[in-house]
């Protein structure tokens, strides 16, 4: 079976962990005090920044470098529901970012990026309606995307350990 490029596989990995650290640091903090919230907050906006830049980069490697075909004797239910569910991973790791990073210019709150550097915010101050559509967006697209992690690894697991059609493998750096 073919596997993904290196450079696919380093950016799979990277970003995986990226948004699982995201997640977490977003459900751990959820009931703090805004101050006391606020240090992990400044880690998970300089995550989704780079989140976005590596989706971006990752999209534009595919466009010149095609994935590995799916088995034959995969059937076309499950062959569907993967292209949907990486679409859909597509789709919300673009929004999710960047509908971070419009809210926080509604306020305007500034993005540091690891203390290197402030990130430029959109021209959308004062704009709180807007900030509270993104603000419950944010959030709905964020159970969206923990859902399909849970789902994405429940299905590379099933082809580990049920189908054993080597589809695992593909992302695995190394094997």
């Known amino acids: 079976m073919t596997r993904y490029t290196k450079v696919a596989m380093t950016l799979h990995w990277i970003i995986a962990i990226l948004v699982i650290s995201n997640i977490g640091l977003a459900e751990l903090t959820e009931d703090l005090s805004r101050e006391a919230r606020g240090p992990y907050m400044d880690v998970h906006k300089a995550f989704g920044i780079t989140v976005l830049v590596l989706t971006l980069s990752r999209i ?59 990130v430029p915010l959109w021209p959308v101050a004062g704009q709180e309606a807007l900030g509270e559509t993104l603000h419950e967006g944010h959030e709905i697209m964020g159970k969206a995307m923990l859902a399909l992690v849970v789902l994405h690894i429940l299905g590379a697991f099933k082809h580990l350990l049920v189908d054993k059609d080597g589809v695992f493998g593909r992302m695995l750096p190394g094997s």
């Not at 789709?91 to 402030?118: D, E, K, Q, V």
């Open 60 to 118: 534009a490697w595919r466009l010149g470098h095609k994935p590995p075909p799916l088995p034959a004797s995969m059937p076309a239910w499950q062959t569907a529901t993967a292209r949907i569910s990486h679409f859909t991973f597509y789709l919300l790791l673009l929004a999710l970012p960047f509908s971070g990073w419009l809210w926080m210019s509604t306020y305007p709150a500034p993005i540091s990026w690891f203390g290197f550097f402030n």
